[in-house]
């Protein structure tokens, strides 16, 4: 069954330093997300994204954030300059066609700020 | 944004025992998905309903749409202790993107 995949499953960092988060969505997905959960806490979206540009984003998805989709296959996130409170698991997530329809989500990115 | 709430927040039951999970807004939703989520890991789905009081069963878990779509249920039967997880609902936020609950803590023991 396909699934979404991410990658690296941990990455730690140090505060000011800029991390690229990677998902590979399900192949014949249109409409792509980036969601994040800090611990013990609620899932919160970020960003979607379709036919290559931003639809929506979040009041968390400032200046700091970027997405990308470089090649047709890979979707990254990219934090230019971390801070201690961007800590948190970063789910990327796909679906067919619609932004209401069904979400498919990855195993998550844990990112650590230290 | 359309918010959704879950109760309860936790839940500790015996193996074998019956239990109903709710999720509530006080906003129409077009759809609600139910996904579990163990710790360290992505939400997973296990269903979507659309219609209102659709009742979808898999399994042992039942899950049922509110007749106004403003609330939805998640009933196990038999609980056994591979349901334990942290269970979300989530919904298209006026169809942008998922809101989700802050999600139901259950922990089935042997």
């Known amino acids: 069954e396909p699934e979404v995949t991410q990658t690296p499953s941990h990455q730690v960092t140090q505060m000011g330093q800029e991390v690229i988060l990677r998902c590979v969505p399900i192949?014949?997905?249109?409409?792509f997300y980036w969601y994040r959960q800090i611990l013990g806490q609620k899932v919160e979206f970020l960003v979607s994204?379709?036919?290559?540009?931003?639809?929506?984003k979040s009041e968390i998805f400032d200046d700091q954030f970027s997405v990308e989709r470089p090649d047709g296959s890979n979707f990254t996130l990219k934090i230019r300059s971390t801070k201690l409170e961007d800590s948190a698991m970063y789910f990327c997530?796909?679906?067919?066609?619609?932004?209401?329809?069904?979400?498919?989500f990855g195993p998550g990115t844990r990112l650590t700020v230290l | 944004t359309q918010l959704l709430e879950q109760s309860p927040q936790f839940l500790s039951i015996q193996e074998g025992e019956n239990l109903t999970v709710y999720c509530n807004s006080s906003?129409?939703?077009?759809?609600l998905q139910w996904y579990r989520q163990e710790p360290g890991e992505g939400p997973v789905l296990l269903v979507t309903?659309?219609?209102?009081?659709e009742v979808k069963k898999l399994k042992r878990l039942t899950f049922q749409f509110g007749d106004a779509r403003k609330d939805s249920s998640l009933h196990i039967t038999a609980a056994q202790p591979g349901d334990t997880g942290l269970y979300l609902c989530?919904?298209?936020?006026?169809?942008?993107?998922?809101?989700f609950g802050p999600g139901t803590r259950l922990s089935v023991l042997p």
């Open positions: 997530a796909s679906s067919v066609v619609r932004a209401s329809d069904t979400q498919y």
């Open positions: 192949s014949n997905h249109l409409y």
């Open positions: 994204f379709y036919n290559n540009e931003i639809s929506e």
């Open positions: 309903v659309v219609t209102g009081g």
């Open positions: 989530a919904g298209p936020n006026y169809g942008q993107n998922f809101v």
């Open positions: 906003s129409v939703f077009s759809s």
